[in-house]
């Protein structure tokens, strides 16, 4: 399988197994739902780069986790992103075939989508070594 199919199982896995998001959100799609109830997450397609080494294949990836919440203010995303970084931080480093070699946060941002609706794209860096 590939890194990218990978890493993306492997996040959707830990996000709805995480405790800290259980019961916190409504669900964790591979993608846009086409009908949700906000608080959830969407794991995003990610950007993938070559990362090979002389004898094994590598890549790195970036993934993107999106929440999505409905309120006056933005305090409980606020709450769920920090759920979010610690859980994709804290994959198991053997994955199906390949190693992650890092795996770190990268960015976060807090958007207002509309009135009342609320959005925060949450971005890692992934470097992955085949095995």
Do not use: K
């Given at each position: 399988m590939s890194a990218e199919s990978v890493l993306?199982?492997?996040l959707v896995a830990a996000l709805r197994a995480a405790d800290d998001l259980d019961g916190a959100?409504?669900?964790v799609f591979e993608g846009p739902p086409v009908q949700a109830t906000p608080?959830?997450?969407e794991v995003q397609p990610m950007i993938a780069v070559d990362w090979s080494m002389k004898d094994r294949a590598g890549r790195e990836?970036?993934?993107a986790v999106i929440?999505?919440?409905?309120g006056e203010?933005?305090?409980r995303l606020h709450a769920l992103a920090e759920a979010v970084v610690a859980t994709v931080t804290a994959l198991p480093r053997d994955l199906d075939g390949w190693r992650i070699a890092s795996n770190v946060f990268v960015r976060s941002r807090m958007l207002r989508e509309a009135?009342?609706?609320w959005a925060v794209a949450i971005e890692?860096?992934?470097r992955m070594m085949e095995v």
């Open positions: 993306h199982a492997a959100i409504n669900g608080p959830f997450a990836l970036r993934p929440m999505r919440d409905a203010t933005p305090a009135a009342g609706r890692f860096r992934v």
